[in-house]
């Protein structure tokens, strides 16, 4: 960091200036300007070939320690003006006003803030790096010391009290106590469970013979953690089964049956911050470690990578586009529905169910039908990155097949909807349970479509057309 500069005069005069990282260009310019007993208002500063900037500091004017800096004589007078100041408070909120650059930061408070000033214990002024504590220091602190004599600012005020440390003292960090969740919770079932299985004890005491104490104090805590681990995976996946058939079939079509949509289509209307929707946990540090099972998968994944880019042939724009085509087909072939939610500024969705065909302007009228205003100007996008959706193309080419989450964007300001649709508000469950249903009676086509296929493919009379159709022998054959 900068700490010793020259400066280089007129007559070949070098003067050493010490500053720091905090001072202004002006500051550098005044204090060599008093040595060499001349009017720092008639000069500038040059570095490089380059004028600096009076106001700038010197911590991010990119100038090296040692440095030398030419003076010279300037071709704007510095003349003191009004400088416009904006206040920043701890809450957001910006004052201004106007001062000449003689006036210290108290005074700029003051003025600004009035009787409020009292509420601030510790009154603090931060500009770019620079902070500014306490009363006193305010005081005297002006305006030209922070190289403000034209033009507009920006300080933050705040209350900071100033930190008192001492230097080259270690304080050893607080020890972090050990969280043992899992294997607290099914601590007191596990020692029964090892208790009442003689195998595993018979196990245990022929691994341990001949082994020393500490050794067999070992095993056993490792026998206990993978029967307390084994135990953890149980009770979890009997809890998800348990949440699966709590939803029978029968509730589900009774749910489709009370439920009111709006139209045809199955649309409905919910509030995306509803409190009855699901609150998601931050999964634990153990989560993100990679286990043997990752990286296997990992390492197969590249391997068929790179044998594809091996193996595989060149590709002409015309094959591209055949391949293109025939994934969209695929795509035809196995959804029907696709599930769409078109979600508004004031946290508003509104979902509904389409056909992988349907273009992105027979989305544009159906939301027109519900909007307060039918004929405002607003468009569609998705995020991210923020792609504007085209009225002309369909929702397969946008990729919104099965299911997308698409974005409305106007500017008009304020509610959107007309208020007969608000009136028929859903929570965020009943919207998912709904996106369910649709996705379920997908599946369950698709299953029915497959048990078909197999049927043709297994009826016996089938089989034995083939069978004498392969035993009849061509003409030209002939068996010597």
Not at 345 to 355: A, G
Not at 414 to 439: C, D, F, M, T, W
Request: charged residues 30%; hydrophobic residues 35%; glycine residues 4%.
């Amino acid at each position: 960091m900068t700490t010793n500069l020259v400066v280089s005069g007129n007559n070949g005069m070098r003067i050493p200036v010490k500053v720091n990282p905090n001072m202004s260009i002006l500051n550098v310019l005044e204090l060599a300007c008093t040595k060499m007993k001349v009017d720092y208002n008639n000069y500038d500063l040059k570095y490089h070939n380059k004028i600096l900037d009076s106001t700038s500091i010197l911590r991010f004017s990119n100038i090296a320690n040692n440095a030398i800096l030419e003076l010279v004589p300037t071709t704007k007078s510095k003349l003191k003006s009004i400088v416009v100041i904006w206040l920043q408070l701890e809450d957001g909120l910006r004052l201004s006003g106007e001062f000449t650059p003689d006036q210290n930061l108290w005074e700029v408070v003051q003025s600004i803030l009035k009787d409020k000033v009292i509420n601030y214990e510790s009154p603090t002024i931060i500009y770019t790096r620079i902070e500014i504590i306490g009363k006193d220091k305010l005081q005297n602190k002006t305006l030209k010391d922070l190289g403000l004599i034209n033009g507009k600012a920006l300080l933050r005020f705040l209350n900071k009290k100033e930190l008192v440390e001492q230097a080259h003292v270690y304080v050893p960090a607080e020890r972090k106590p050990k969280i043992e969740e899992k294997y607290n919770i099914l601590e007191n079932s596990s020692i029964n469970q090892l208790s009442n299985i003689p195998e595993l004890k018979q196990q245990l005491f022929e691994k341990n013979e001949g082994c020393t104490n500490f050794e067999v104090l070992k095993e056993q805590q490792f026998l206990k953690k993978d029967i307390i681990e084994k135990s953890v995976v149980d009770n979890t996946h009997v809890k998800n089964e348990e949440a699966v058939t709590k939803l029978s079939n029968e509730d589900l079509n009774n749910f489709k049956a009370s439920i009111k949509y709006l139209d045809e289509r199955e649309t409905l209307l919910f509030n995306i911050m509803d409190g009855t929707s699901v609150i998601y946990k931050d999964e634990e540090d153990d989560f993100f470690e990679p286990t043997i099972r990752d990286v296997t998968l990992v390492f197969r994944d590249l391997k068929n990578y790179r044998s594809q880019l091996d193996d595989g042939q060149l590709c002409t724009n015309a094959m591209k586009e055949l391949e293109k085509t025939q994934n969209q087909l695929n795509i035809l072939h196995k959804y029907k529905k696709c599930i769409v939610r078109i979600h508004f500024p004031d946290r508003l969705v509104l979902q509904s169910v389409f056909k992988p065909t349907d273009s992105i302007g027979d989305v544009t009228n159906f939301i027109r039908k519900y909007l307060i205003n039918e004929s405002m100007d607003f468009h569609l996008f998705t995020a991210p990155p923020k792609t504007i959706l085209k009225e002309k193309k369909t929702l397969l080419e946008y990729k919104c097949v099965p299911s997308a989450m698409i974005h409305f964007s106007s500017e008009i300001e304020g509610g959107y909807l007309k208020p007969g649709v608000l009136e028929n508000i859903v929570s965020a469950n009943q919207a998912s349970i709904a996106a369910y249903l649709v996705s379920k009676e997908r599946k369950n086509n698709e299953i029915n479509t497959n048990t078909e296929n197999i049927g043709i493919i297994q009826d016996p009379h089938d089989r034995r057309h083939v069978k004498e159709e392969q035993k009849i022998k061509p003409k030209w054959f002939k068996f010597k």
